[in-house]
């Protein structure tokens, strides 16, 4: 019973990683080159993807074991968050589409409007792990 559940997690874990519609280095890029992207984010399993435009800060592992990125929303919504502006985290399993633009930014939107809660540069409290986050200092990112 114990080699049956070890190659049924090994195949669900194969299973999650092949319908991801983003790869950790096209992520990587993203976090590098500091540009926005569009994704089709699937919030609940038997509902369609809605569209999200993002800009996306970290790459990590949540506390529950999912690979995820932490991202500002600008963009898009679902039935439990606002249509705009809003700081998310967005596991990759649920990503099915991933789209670069040429738009590039500089600092976090949230430095630009008063109103939203600040990017924290000292990471998340939801993660377990930061494997790659944007270093706004010089523009650079930095791994964890």
Same mark, same amino acid.
Do not use: C, H
């Given at each position: 019973?114990?080699?049956?559940?070890?190659?049924?997690?090994?195949?669900?874990?194969?299973?999650?990683?092949?319908?991801?519609?983003?790869? +950790?280095?096209?992520?990587? $890029?993203?976090?590098?080159? +500091?540009?926005?992207?569009?994704? =089709?984010?699937?919030?609940?399993?038997? =509902? *369609?993807?809605?569209?999200?435009?993002? +800009?996306?800060?970290?790459?990590?592992?949540?506390?529950?074991?999912?690979?995820?990125?932490?991202?500002? +929303? /600008?963009?898009?919504?679902?039935?439990?968050?606002?249509?705009?502006?809003? &700081?998310? /985290?967005?596991?990759?399993?649920?990503? =099915?589409? &991933?789209? *670069?633009?040429?738009?590039? &930014?500089?600092? *976090?939107?949230?430095?630009? $409007?008063?109103?939203? *809660?600040?990017?924290?540069?000292?990471?998340?409290?939801?993660?377990?792990?930061?494997?790659?986050?944007?270093?706004?200092?010089?523009?650079?990112?930095?791994?964890?």
């Amino acid at each position: 019973m114990k080699l049956y559940n070890l190659f049924k997690d090994v195949i669900l874990e194969e299973r999650n990683l092949l319908s991801e519609g983003v790869s +950790q280095s096209q992520i990587e $890029d993203a976090i590098n080159n +500091q540009y926005n992207v569009k994704i =089709e984010y699937r919030d609940y399993e038997n =509902e *369609p993807p809605s569209k999200r435009y993002i +800009q996306v800060y970290n790459l990590s592992k949540t506390k529950a074991g999912n690979y995820a990125i932490r991202a500002y +929303q /600008i963009f898009g919504g679902s039935k439990t968050t606002p249509k705009e502006g809003s &700081w998310k /985290i967005f596991r990759l399993d649920r990503i =099915e589409k &991933w789209e *670069p633009t040429k738009v590039k &930014w500089k600092q *976090p939107v949230s430095d630009l $409007d008063n109103t939203i *809660p600040k990017y924290n540069k000292l990471g998340d409290k939801t993660m377990s792990v930061v494997l790659k986050k944007v270093n706004l200092k010089n523009g650079n990112t930095t791994t964890s």
